[in-house]
């Protein structure tokens, strides 16, 4: 979700009327937005939840969709029209990144304020809607010093140089991708070939190594230049075309003229093999009206889409019992009808729609396993046990470390951001006795319980684990003994029902002989035994503690 | 509270001191002394008075005292064994060591050893041939052996005596006998006291007065006991008033856990909506965590820095059919769902990755094909995500999701169940609905709340579930799909400003945690 900063006057400049914070705040629920404050320089902070708009990541796409709602829709003549230029494109670059587009535009006065608005703009849409310049990366360069035909093709990185921005010296392709702060920030991107994409023109001048970083002479766009050439590379030719689409309207916005730029592939694409930019990627959907009545639940005529629509940005035919929804060239998000439905619902208004109830009666239920958790958690409390809840993601260390255990495995995280958050737990007591270890100054005698999920270590179960639900238990006090612990679990059993029995067994957190499995009929559920000091002294314990563990399923 | 209140609540043996008291209200601890009260417990009584502001503390002197030891008791009963050996030789010209030993049997041979030691020293024991001892002739018992003799009486005589009343000789011998011969085989013992001056305040003087008055006598029943009530001697007697001002004692008590308490809340009033409750696993496969949900696989919120991947086993072996290949075909192209698709190549593998689940709609996605119609389900789950945890970000924390089904779901129900939320679970009269956007909703809509103290809030999101997400699980009825916000609320009732704290592993802190009923 991208947060843009927009100049309130130039914004102002933009809609055509004007408007204060507060009433910027209504109007952004029309673009999904969220009125985040003021920078320190008093710019406004809006933050667009929408993934799939990406035309409304500027400015100019916020007054855009915000002009509309008052009929002030714009016409872009530029998606018609003959190109000015040609980019030539050479065969080699298929398996590297294919796709190319520009346009260009004149008569924009690029001033301090236009130019970080179009700065930012290229930056959003190459990092979040082009995937950090994977998909998509885009490149502004002053048209004045071109000349056409523009040449695309894959070039040896150490046969070629040139003066990146932001430096004095031409350097080679390849020390570009190793010293310049662009090249190691997106060097990735071309990283496993042997040949990187290079844009120059009629005139072998670089224009740049897309996606990484415009050449000094032809890239540096600065306030006073009226001429643009606005080029974009990627992976996906419709994500190339659209963000050229979304600048070539936010540019016209601004009093540019566009003109179109035709790019000659060396083969076909689903364009053809000659691909003018902007294109209008022409995307409609078809939609019965009943769709819309359906999905909002109130009555909706032909005539009212037709108005509401077209408030929004879109061009609607009504074609019988159906409307045909066309949406705007700088617009490609539409999947499915539902789509359109909620394109209607938010130009209407949510706040249009009166709420209702639904209707249908349905009998209310816990499920059966949080019954049980229910049930021995009063049991527990009735004891005098004081409940705690802990994180499911914990360290190693305090599963197995401190517990003096090494089995069995964990399921633990791949991608560790924390040690102390790179496994899941597969027992409580090392949660209880976290918490012991940090309450030394309560009150003694300390009586804890959590009811809670475990994740056990499974390579048979479908997942790799299974998810268990556990009790654990712990007694701390200067006398606590097993004695006290295994009165408390028989007290537990016989509230839960289950014929619960003691084995004797060793386990690693617990003192030799005075330990044991707790079964169920025969089966194994859990433990019972007094802390090994060892246990202790690791989590610096100086209290005796007593303890049981019990997995709960198996009692329903 | 007023003298009045104050008399009427006294214990009886504060009553007992009180009224013992001279009229100016002066108390010496330690001389002191009224009649069923013993020192210990008049003690407690200056503890209480002090503590009611009834007395105040005028001075503190510290007096050292003389007691016996439990030798010093024995020389009192049976006389020093210099004494019973000086009273032998009045019978006796000669007596060998064994037959000295075999006269005194009630002294030990440390005791006859040390006496005699000291009086060969003092030249009244003469050794006449090897191991035989006579008496000087005419010698009489040095004076320090009687003085010794007459201070262990007068100390037993007393119980104890104040040092600073003994005679220079008698200080001399105390100190003597008390350190010479160290603590266990002394004949006296010190112990030094601190005594406490007091007088009573005018609150203490007017509570005096008004114990008076009531006719406390200081001899009312502290208790009533069975044998009481068996005897009726309860007849005619009266009763100590408790005074009920004074804070009991804090109990440690069973307790559920505060942030649970909130979510148990939350679950109940979900039930009495209606909503059945749904729970699933901690790991899941990319599969349900994030296919299902129509989030495309080039999605930003699905790379390494958003989810917690497994370490082993990397993948589950197996998806479930007929959904695995509905759902790629529904990315791919649309399939059966009348979308386009997010248009792209379906990887079959990164679906079986095996993730921490994310999210709680995971469960949403699960239950879809075997849901009832109509149907509500709800869950309050636990979810995973990878954040650099601080004051608003948990290593895993709840998510409270759900879906309702039904041939009449439609956009204007999701805003009447959201109002309905609102009201209930926020108790929020005033809302707002925000357009939203979450991939596997449309329409979709984010429900704003105002909070008397925060403010508006946001208190969830929801939408109707995208016929890409429940086409592939065979669900032809629209499907809302909600979910709320629960730990601003959760912090909010228990009065916390960071996230961690829902977890806290401090007893005190939880001890002391309440969770308001209004909020």
């Given amino acids: 979700m991208p947060t843009i900063t927009v100049d309130p006057s130039d914004f102002q400049e933009l809609l055509g009327f004007a408007m204060d914070e507060a009433a910027l705040g209504t109007h952004l629920d029309l673009v999904k937005g969220e009125f985040k404050g003021r920078d320190e320089a008093g710019q406004w902070r809006v933050e667009l939840n929408d993934t799939n708009r990406p035309d409304l990541w500027s400015a100019e796409g916020i007054a855009r969709q915000l002009r509309a709602a008052r009929g002030r829709r714009r016409d872009y003549p530029f998606f018609r029209g003959e190109p000015c230029g040609e980019i030539r494109v050479e065969p080699g670059l298929e398996a590297i990144r294919p796709c190319v587009a520009a346009f260009v535009v004149r008569g924009v006065r690029v001033t301090e304020r236009s130019l970080a608005q179009l700065i930012q703009t290229q930056e959003k849409l190459a990092e979040n809607f082009g995937r950090k310049r994977k998909d998509v990366a885009i490149g502004v360069y002053n048209l004045a010093k071109i000349r056409f035909p523009v040449s695309y093709r894959a070039v040896d990185p150490r046969a070629h140089a040139y003066v990146p921005l932001g430096f004095e010296e031409p350097m080679p392709l390849a020390e570009i991708l190793t010293r310049h702060p662009k090249g190691i920030q997106y060097g990735d991107v071309l990283a496993g070939h042997a040949r990187v994409p290079y844009l120059t023109d009629a005139g072998g001048l670089t224009l740049s190594m897309p996606p990484i970083i415009n050449s000094r002479e032809l890239g540096e766009v600065q306030p006073g230049d009226s001429e643009l050439f606005v080029e974009a590379t990627g992976t996906d030719l419709a994500k190339v075309l659209l963000a050229l689409d979304i600048l070539a309207c936010d540019l016209a916005d601004r009093g540019g003229r566009v003109q179109r730029v035709r790019t000659v592939f060396p083969a076909a694409t689903p364009f053809g093999r000659e691909v003018d930019a902007p294109r209008d990627l022409d995307l409609g959907l078809s939609i019965p009206l009943t769709e819309f009545g359906r999905l909002l639940g109130v009555p909706v005529t032909p005539v009212e889409v037709d108005n509401v629509l077209e408030r929004y940005g879109c061009e609607v035919h009504v074609e019988g019992q159906s409307v045909r929804v066309v949406l705007p060239p700088y617009r490609a998000d539409y999947l499915h009808p539902v789509d359109v439905v909620e394109d209607f619902a938010i130009a209407r208004g949510y706040e249009t729609f009166e709420p209702r109830m639904p209707r249908d009666f349905t009998a209310g239920r816990a499920d059966p396993v949080s019954l049980l958790e229910d049930k021995t958690r009063d049991a527990m409390i009735g004891l005098g046990y004081e409940e705690i809840i802990s994180n499911i993601l914990t360290s190693r260390t305090e599963l197995r470390t401190h517990m003096q255990r090494e089995a069995p495995p964990l399921v633990e995280v791949a991608n560790v951001m924390n040690e102390n958050f790179a496994a899941l737990r597969d027992s409580l007591l090392p949660c209880l006795l976290r918490v012991e270890a940090r309450s030394g100054t309560a009150t003694y005698p300390h009586r804890l319980f959590e009811a809670g999920e475990v994740a056990w270590f499974d390579p048979q179960a479908p997942h790799g684990s299974r998810t268990r639900l556990l009790l654990g238990a712990l007694v701390v006090h200067r006398e606590a003994s097993l004695s006290e612990a295994h009165a408390d679990l028989d007290f537990l059993a016989q509230q839960l029902g289950g014929e619960v029995s003691l084995r004797e067994e060793e386990h690693p957190s617990f003192l030799p002989g005075r330990s044991a499995r707790v079964l169920l009929a025969d089966r194994p559920i859990g433990w019972l035994g007094e802390l090994h000091p060892g246990v202790l002294e690791r989590w610096q314990i100086g209290v005796p503690a007593a303890a049981f563990e019990l997995e709960l399923e198996p009692l329903l | ?519």
């Fill in chain 2, 1 to 519: 509270m007023k003298p009045e209140e104050l008399a009427a609540t006294l214990h009886p043996l504060e009553i007992r001191v009180l009224l013992a008291l001279g009229p100016e209200g002066r108390l010496a601890e330690r001389t002191f002394s009224a009649e069923g009260v013993t020192q210990a417990q008049l003690r407690t009584v200056i503890e209480w008075q002090l503590a009611k502001e009834c007395m105040r503390l005028l001075a503190t002197e510290e007096k050292t005292w003389v007691e016996l030891t439990e030798l010093g008791e024995k020389y009192a009963a049976q006389k020093t064994p210099a004494q019973a050996i000086f009273k032998l030789f009045q019978t006796q010209t000669t007596l060998s060591s064994a037959q000295l030993a075999a006269s005194l049997p009630v002294y030990d041979q440390a005791e006859r050893g040390s006496a005699f030691g000291a009086l060969k020293k003092e030249n009244c024991l003469l050794e006449v041939e090897n191991g035989v001892f006579s008496w000087k002739p005419a010698a009489s018992l040095p004076a320090r052996f009687s003085l010794e003799q007459a201070l262990i009486e007068k100390v037993k005589a007393a119980g104890r005596q104040e040092m600073s009343a003994l005679t220079l000789e008698e200080k001399s011998l105390v100190e003597g006998g008390s350190r010479k011969r160290g603590k266990e085989k002394g004949v006296f013992r010190l112990v030094t006291e601190q005594a406490r001056q007091l007088e009573l305040t005018e609150l203490g003087q007017a509570v005096r007065e008004a114990a008076r008055k009531l006719g406390r006598s200081g001899d009312e029943v502290n208790a009533l006991t069975s044998a009481m009530l068996a005897d009726g001697s309860w007849r005619g007697k009266s009763f100590r008033r408790y005074n009920l001002q004074i804070r009991p004692p804090r109990r440690v008590a069973g307790r559920r856990n505060p942030y649970r308490e909130f979510l148990d809340r939350v679950r109940r009033k979900l039930i009495g909506l209606g909503f059945e409750e749904m729970r699933g696993q901690l790991v899941e496969t990319e599969f349900w965590n994030m296919d299902a949900l129509f989030m495309p696989q080039f999605h930003s919120a699905r790379d390494i820095h958003d989810v917690y991947f497994v370490k082993q086993p990397t993948h589950a072996p197996a998806l479930e059919e007929p959904f695995a290949s509905r759902v790629a075909a529904a990315h791919s192209d649309g399939g059966q769902t009348g979308s386009r698709g997010w248009g792209y190549d379906f990887d079959r593998e990164r679906s079986r990755r095996l993730v921490l689940r994310s999210q709680g709609t995971v469960l949403s996605a699960r239950w879809l094909h075997r849901a009832a119609v109509p149907g509500k389900y709800f869950a309050v789950a636990r979810c995973f995500r990878y954040d650099q945890v601080d004051a608003t970000h948990a290593p895993d924390f709840f998510q409270c999701e759900g879906i309702v089904l039904g041939e009449q779901i439609d956009f204007v129900t999701l805003l009447g169940l959201l109002r309905l939320f609102a009201k209930e679970v926020a108790r929020a009269e005033e809302i707002h609905f925000a357009p939203a956007y979450f991939p596997f909703t449309e329409p979709s809509v984010e429900i704003h709340v105002k909070h008397p103290t925060l403010g508006w809030t946001e208190l969830g999101g929801a939408g109707i579930f995208r016929p890409e997400v429940v086409r592939p699980q065979g669900v032809e009825v629209p499907v809302i799909a909600w979910g709320l916000g629960l730990d601003r609320m959760a912090m909010m009732a228990m009065g916390l400003d960071d996230i961690r704290e829902l977890f806290s592993s401090d007893l005190n802190r939880m001890r002391t945690t309440n969770v308001r009923l209004r909020d």
